[in-house]
């Protein structure tokens, strides 16, 4: 009997994060009965100097909630972050240095089949005469029953001269 309930409940839940976790742009992982899945959309190239969205969703396609929920954002230099807006019930702040721009998105409580998004305005500037480059903005989550590096999303984006 508890064979035929996992292979009803458990199959489907392991094909969806073996289809998602194929991707490098988003990944999924499960705590008990929640399961997380983290995504980075950004477009595969910007121009140098002109301002570009930066999307991150975590997602909760589980039926318990994900507790403590924290997002690290990394994008590295010459991106610059010019604004954030979080979703309801979420806090999002940033900090620009010298190797790039760190993002700390609180999402608290992330409820059973629901979505937060963190859009983050930001910038890429190249120095005169520079190359094209590829920059890679990675994203990491973080919480009750979600360790460090479970939840790891990627996107690349080519910074384009003038």
């Not at 994008?75 to 010298?98: E, H, K, Q, W, Y």
């Not at 305005?121 to 979600?146: F, H, K, N, S």
């Amino acid at each position: 009997m508890r064979l035929v309930r996992f292979l009803r409940l458990g199959v489907p839940a392991l094909l969806l994060a073996g289809a998602f976790a194929c991707s490098k742009s988003n990944d999924i992982t499960g705590t008990g009965g929640a399961l997380a899945r983290l995504s980075v959309d950004a477009p595969n190239s910007a121009v140098s100097g002109q301002a570009f969205n930066v999307d991150v969703k975590a997602l909760n396609i589980g039926v318990t909630n994900v507790h403590n929920g924290m997002v690290q954002i990394t994008l590295p230099a010459p991106l610059t972050v010019d604004s954030l807006v979080a979703s309801l019930g979420t806090t999002a702040i940033f900090r620009n240095g010298s190797s790039g721009a760190a993002v700390t998105w609180t999402l608290n409580t992330l409820d059973s089949n629901t979505q937060s998004t963190l859009r983050i305005g930001t910038t890429g500037a190249l120095a005169p005469g520079e190359a094209a480059r590829t920059v890679t903005v990675q994203a990491m989550m973080t919480a009750d029953g979600i360790k460090s590096g479970d939840a790891v999303a990627r996107k690349d984006v080519q910074l384009m001269p003038q």
